[in-house]
């Protein structure tokens, strides 16, 4: 127990080295099936944005017009007004709960099979294809794509929770806490109330999801339903909380990082694709600089599945393989 317990260095050398010793010995079969999960990533993401702006296009026209004949007449005007913003938020409510639904199919499905394949690999259980992870996963997957909404509906709202407190706090809406007017000082009241306390309710968010983080397994070997595997999850991860937030918080830093870097390499790309619609659209500025506003990050969000995500399953699915051995182990000592 006292070993569950420590954090670790011990959990770098052993837990992420054991990770890239799966990953390494059937990377060809995980990473193959990997690439072609991100390729039609890719092309579903991209189709659902380009629907987007296409369903978008009147309505970014009507703005330049809108823009146009103010300026013609020499008026001030301010952007997207005249009731031209409600219909683009919500053709962009719709592109991202697509991209959202898509976002949580990917992580379903590679969960699933770095289950698999890593149950595969402790049972030293020979070689393995990509199309062989799909089969024995495939079955699965609707249990698994029900344990991820259900963790991140339990994650988002604890997240809602803290951006609603700080919100509240910011229009005045929390007796006895004034927000700091501008070039004040903060008191210790906005201080605690305003800042630490969202801070703190929102650190419960990746605290909970990695209390979670092994349910997808759970749910694929084990055969669990969606609610049971996400508390035998809670129930796995008890007694190594410091062992999984650590996994949790190095694979979170991957990921974060790469995504910071893909922005930042992505930035070169908007020129480019700025210029081609302006050119589609007839030199819409508008539509066009919410092209280039977003597709840095489109960008970034497309390395995640062939960059991090490997790692980030292959972490999660060799921890619970660990937790599940400590468990039976731990069963059969006592019996």
């Known amino acids: 127990m006292a070993q569950d317990e420590n954090p670790s ?6 837990g992420i080295g054991g990770v890239l010793g799966v990953v390494g010995r059937y990377r060809r079969a995980l990473y193959g099936f990997t690439l072609r999960v991100a390729a039609v990533t890719a092309v579903l993401g991209c189709a659902i944005v380009a ?16 823009a146009d004949r103010n300026i013609a007449n020499e008026d001030s005007y301010v952007a997207y007004a005249d009731g031209g913003l409600a219909p ?8 991202s709960l697509l991209l959202l639904v898509l976002g949580l199919l990917v992580v379903s499905v590679l969960h699933t099979a770095y289950a ?3 149950s ?7 070689p393995l294809t990509a199309r062989e992870l799909w089969r024995r996963g495939r079955r699965r997957f609707p249990a698994a794509l029900s344990v991820n909404v259900l963790a991140g509906l339990a994650v988002g709202a604890v997240e809602v929770a803290a951006l609603m407190w700080w919100s509240l706090v910011e229009s005045h809406e929390v007796p006895g806490v004034e927000p700091t007017p501008l070039g004040g000082t903060a008191s210790p009241q906005y201080t605690l109330v305003g800042w630490v306390l969202p801070i703190a309710i929102g650190c419960l968010g990746p605290l909970l999801y990695s209390r979670l983080s092994v349910a997808t397994a759970e749910t694929v070997l084990e ?3 969606p609610f049971v595997a996400l508390y035998r999850s809670w129930v796995l991860t008890r007694r190594a909380r410091r062992r999984t937030l650590g996994m949790g918080a190095l694979v979170a830093a991957a990921a974060v990082l790469v995504f910071w870097l893909g922005r930042y390499a992505a930035v070169p790309l908007t020129h480019p694709a700025g210029l ?30 062939p960059v991090v995500m490997p790692v980030v399953c292959a972490v999660f699915a060799r921890l619970h393989g660990e937790l599940r051995a400590r468990e039976e182990a731990s069963t059969t000592s006592r019996r």
Do not use: C, Q
Not at 51 to 66: I, K, L, P, Q, S
Not at 88 to 95: N, P, S
């Open 276 to 305: 081609g619609m302006l050119w589609l659209s007839d030199d819409n500025v508008w539509i066009t600089g919410v092209l280039v506003k977003i597709l840095p990050t489109a960008v970034a969000l497309l390395l995640l599945p």
């Open 223 to 225: 055969r669990r339903s």
């Open 51 to 66: 629907g987007g702006f296409a369903a978008a296009w009147d309505g970014f026209e009507n703005v330049r017009e809108y």
């Open 88 to 95: 683009l938020v919500r053709v962009g409510f719709v592109v």
């Open 116 to 118: 698999v394949g890593a």
């Open 120 to 126: 595969h690999a402790a049972r030293d259980g020979g």
């Open 9 to 14: 260095t011990g959990l770098a050398a052993d």
